[in-house]
């Protein structure tokens, strides 16, 4: 079952312009990951921020979780065509070592 | 390092048939997942092993599915006999035991006709 619901399900922007993706979760976790999807391929890793971090920044994206809200939010900064892409936000507790993977958020960059 | 990798990328099969896929993990990650996507019900674990022991099946859709991890270095998720309702991507993940990061393959996409 899912965990998350990622919210917009959809978002359609103009390159340079920055896009920001939410996702809402339901129990505790021991940390959260975000992954980019490329049409018809797997799962890339982006950014991982543990349930002690608030905020968390690698190069273009920037990762915030607030914990009492059980909520994440990815923002890319100054996007670009090659962000077009789904991407999903992924929680891990404790005693499970498995993800579990939200609903996704279509990206689109238009150039 | 190659990365995950999977095996066929694409199967297209018939009703009732045996379909096994196939999946070689990083080598010296100990964890190793399957997942299933779906347009409807999105990603999904269906299993996971660690050190290749099934550590939790519970997301295995019924008895017509199996998995097995045979050695460190390859495991084959077997759908028998096979439904239309089975066509999805399915992916499998590896990672080790220090991290949580997960490294996916590029998945098998099916189809059951």
């Known amino acids: 079952s899912q965990q998350g619901e990622e919210d917009p399900q959809a978002l359609s922007i103009q390159e340079g312009e920055n896009a920001t993706m939410n996702c809402s979760y339901k129990t505790s976790i021991n940390n959260l990951q975000w992954y980019r999807q490329n049409s018809g391929r797997g799962l890339v890793h982006l950014i991982l921020i543990r349930s002690n971090e608030r905020e968390k920044h690698s190069g273009r994206l920037r990762v915030t979780l607030d914990t009492s809200k059980k909520s994440s939010s990815l923002l890319i900064t100054a996007s670009r065509a090659a962000d077009t892409a789904s991407y999903f936000c992924?929680?891990?507790?404790?005693?499970?070592?498995?993800?579990?993977f939200g609903s996704g958020t279509r990206l689109q960059v238009q150039p | 390092d190659a990365g995950v990798i999977q095996s066929p990328r694409h199967e297209v099969t018939e009703m009732g048939q045996e379909v096994t896929l196939r999946c070689k993990p990083i080598s010296g990650h100990d964890y190793l997942f399957w997942y299933r996507q779906t347009m409807m019900r999105g990603l999904e674990l269906l299993i996971y092993?660690?050190?290749?022991?099934?550590?939790?099946d519970s997301g295995m859709p019924e008895d017509r599915f199996s998995a097995k991890m045979p050695n460190a270095s390859f495991s084959t998720l077997k759908i028998q006999p096979s439904e239309p309702r089975d066509s999805a991507v399915y992916f499998c993940?590896?990672?080790?035991?220090?991290?949580?990061?997960?490294?996916f393959g590029p998945g098998t996409r099916l189809t059951v006709l």
């Open positions: 092993f660690n050190n290749n022991v099934p550590i939790d």
């Open positions: 993940a590896s990672k080790g035991t220090k991290w949580d990061t997960q490294y």
């Open positions: 992924a929680t891990g507790d404790t005693g499970r070592r498995a993800l579990t």
